[in-house]
T-cell receptor, first 113, second 113 residues
Framework: DAMVIQNPRYQVTQFGKPVTLSCSQT?????MYWYQQKSSQAPKLLFH???????NEADTPDNFQSRRPNTSFCFLDIRSPGLGDAAMYLC????????????FGPGTRLTVL | GENVEQHPSTLSVQEGDSAVIKCTYS??????FPWYKQELGKGPQLIID?????GEKKDQRIAVTLNKTAKHFSLHITETQPEDSAVYFC????????????FGTGTSLTVIP
């Protein structure tokens, strides 16, 4: 089945130790999104790629970076995780940028010790 | 930018009863309104969506209504079942702004057997 896959599902890192989260998709969608979701809150958009065009949200901390080496893969890099970065990180895709369903992956739960 | 409000934040219903969740939005340029269901530890899954040129859409036990004049839309679940228990998020997307979703704050629905 076509889907959005996130690895790992659970990630534990230490305060200040860089971490990379991975997302892949078999939907061949042009747009990929990264969201941060804290407990009992709505997903918060960090950034998105339209093809290779990177779009950062104004309030996304510089500590968060992203790479999209090809259509299928997108990575979230957290350069120096703080305790406040512990959250669920969701990857999503959509066919285009004009009002369409976003398909979400299962998420990666990040713990910062 | 768009602001989406969602009510109630928690909702408990008896199995077989109906559940209604309401959202309001602020930007009249919003034209796509999806509803997502999120189970514990999982990514959000689309359950139904509606576009601004339609007033109502139904899919089995789930329906969504949209009132563009009043800028509100509602999710209706009939004949609720325990497996409907989850957090539900509404969202709005403004045309031609990159398919960014503005999420409501979520409703935790509990269906009591």
């Amino acid at each position: 089945d076509a889907m959005v896959i996130q690895n790992p599902r659970y990630q534990v890192t230490q305060f200040g130790k860089p971490v990379t989260l991975s997302c892949s998709q078999t939907l061949n969608h042009n747009v990929m999104y990264w969201y941060q979701q804290k407990s009992s809150q709505a997903p918060k958009l960090l950034f998105h790629y339209y093809d290779k065009d990177f779009n950062n949200e104004a309030d996304t901390p510089d500590n968060f970076q992203s790479r999209r080496p090809n259509t299928s893969f997108c990575f979230l890099d957290i350069r120096s995780p703080g305790l406040g970065d512990a959250a669920m990180y969701l990857c999503a895709t959509s066919r285009d940028r004009f009002g369409n369903e976003q398909f979400f992956g299962p998420g990666t739960r990040l713990t910062v010790l | 930018g768009e602001n989406v409000e969602q009510h109630p934040s928690t909702l408990s219903v008896q199995e077989g009863d109906s559940a209604v969740i309401k959202c309001t939005y602020s930007d009249s340029a919003s034209n796509y309104f999806p509803w997502y269901k999120q189970e514990l530890g999982k990514g959000p899954q689309l359950i139904i969506d509606i576009r601004s040129n339609v007033g109502e859409k139904k899919d089995q036990r789930i329906a969504v209504t949209l009132n563009k004049t009043a800028k509100h839309f509602s999710l209706h679940i009939t004949e609720t079942q325990p497996e409907d228990s989850a957090v539900y998020f509404c969202a709005a997307s403004i045309r031609n702004t990159g398919n960014q979703f503005y999420f409501g704050t979520g409703t935790s629905l509990t269906v009591i057997p």
